[in-house]
T-cell receptor, first 115, second 114 residues
Framework: AQSVTQLDSHVSVSEGTPVLLRCNYS??????LFWYVQHPNKGLQLLLK??????LVKGINGFEAEFKKSETSFHLTKPSAHMSDAAEYFC?????????????FGGGTRVLVKP | GAVVSQHPSRVICKSGTSVKIECRSL??????MFWYRQFPKQSLMLMAT?????????EQGVEKDKFLINHASLTLSTLTVTSAHPEDSSFYIC??????????FGPGTRLLVL
């Protein structure tokens, strides 16, 4: 079985300050981990993914995430928030062997960026 | 690359009618497509997984006869909501994956049943 917990349902930051979105996972197999962003009434856009290569993963729009096996975490960060970063963010785990490429979604974190 | 489209983007229908939603992979062959449902301010819930040329696999609690899924080609999957009722109103999102593991998502279809 696999599961994902996003520790914050809402995060509010000021423009230009760092953003941290926390994610913990559990998986019986070696996981692949993803962060997706969803803007209002839109589909999901892939920000970055971890698939057992480098533990520090760089994504689009200045986002990066670090895979920490010992902590079963995959937190997403960005050094300086932009107004366009206001959206819903989903941490997602996939274990190809166990679940036939099924994705398990976290509950989502809504990011608000204040001017 | 890896673009997935959905049509229509939004649809309003009367209770009791059926609605078909199309999901297309535009620039790659999708061996597997997934259908999700998303309620307002909630996460995505996987409804079913479909592989080209075979029957869809539905998640527990999803009615097969209500949500008909067809994956007739490597670039097209359809979801038909049969005899729609107001409680079926939701945001439906498809995703597609080819040989690589990453799923690419469509822009979603908002269904409103009156």
């Amino acid at each position: 079985a696999q599961s994902v917990t996003q520790l914050d349902s809402h995060v509010s930051v000021s423009e230009g300050t760092p953003v941290l979105l926390r994610c913990n996972y559990s998986s019986s197999y070696s996981p692949s981990l993803f962060w997706y962003v969803q803007h209002p009434n839109k589909g999901l856009q892939l920000l970055l993914k971890y698939t057992s290569a480098a533990t520090l993963v760089k994504g689009i729009n200045g986002f990066e995430a670090e895979f920490k096996k010992s902590e079963t975490s995959f937190h997403l960060t960005k050094p300086s928030a932009h107004m366009s970063d206001a959206a819903e963010y989903f941490c997602v785990v996939s274990t190809l062997k166990a679940a036939g490429n099924k994705l398990t979604f976290g509950g989502g974190t809504r990011v608000l960026v204040k001017p | 690359g890896a673009v997935v489209s959905q049509h229509p983007s939004r649809v309003i229908c009367k209770s009791g009618t059926s609605v078909k939603i199309e999901c297309r992979s535009l620039d790659f062959q999708a061996t597997t497509m997934f259908w999700y449902r998303q309620f307002p301010k909630q996460s995505l819930m996987l409804m079913a997984t479909s592989n080209e040329g075979s029957k869809a696999t539905y998640e527990q609690g999803v009615e097969k006869d209500k949500f008909l899924i067809n994956h007739a080609s490597l670039t097209l999957s359809t979801l038909t909501v049969t005899s729609a009722h107001p409680e079926d109103s939701s945001f439906y999102i498809c995703s597609a994956t080819g040989r690589l593991e990453t799923q690419y998502f469509g822009p979603g279809t908002r269904l409103l049943v009156l």
